[in-house]
């Protein structure tokens, strides 16, 4: 498969699966209708999560992936202060957000937003407690390594470093981190993708680092796949993870959507990879077609795979 229709479906697969899971936001598993319902409009009687967003609205998590990548390709590097501005103006004036409206905010993220508008350097702005790991810098980390084309431990710390803006801590860097390493991995085809990532991180965070101790004691990436669908940073990567291993583009999503709770940021995590990994043309055309906002997106995509040539 040329490696252009899999950067776009990577980039479509997370904004997709971030729009189908918007009206499912906040409900339990048990309350999640069938997957065989789950469509961009949920059935008859589902009480929606934001209610006044139009189907096949992105939320935060596509907005703040769009200006991460704007970010990458209008600096050719990635420049803390500009991405750092850009969420500022996410924030304050719906930039990347469809139809210029801003939703569901992380509290995190709005945290460190604050902290950005009142003169706090963009590296210093998130929070470093443990307490402050959610999965606000992983949900746009994806084209990062779309566009990135240095080596590994070069992918991983830029990775790490675009977290330090809105997540400070350790864990949600590292997660970063080992997100954009599988990334790369499925891209290159690799037999087993998340191990491959694994273990090149491990190489590049030598056994007695503290980001060493890190992936082995709290994200355990040799543990098996679990879903539980919360905002939780290594929760919604671990869920990624499993929802990854249901098949088809479609069957991703619609697993990650099956766990609740934070059902957008889950399916944009599972459907950046699943887009990698499948192309384009995998992703159902009834959604493609209904994504709203395609006059942001397409320029952006052209942009990124002329940088690729």
Known sequence: MPIAERIEGGLYGLLIGDALGVPYEFHPPGEIPPQAEIELVPPAGFQRAHARVPPGTWSDDGAHALALLASLLHQGRLDLHDLGQRLVAWYEYGYMAVDWEVFDVGVQTSQAIHKLTTGTPAEQAGRTDEQANGNGSLMRVLPLALWHRGDDASLVADAQRQSLVTHGHLRSQLCCALYCLWARRTLQDADDPWASAVAALRAIHGSESLERAELEWSIRPDDEAEGRGSGYVVDCLRSARWAVQAGSYEQVVKAAISLGND???????????????????????????????????????????????
Do not use: M, Y
């Open 263 to 309: 059902t957008d940021t889950t399916a944009c995590v599972a459907g950046g990879i699943a887009g990698l990994r499948d192309g384009i043309d995998a992703i159902p055309e009834r959604w493609r077609s209904h994504l709203r906002g395609q006059e942001l997106v397409r320029p952006l995509v052209e942009r990124l795979l002329r940088s690729r040539v």
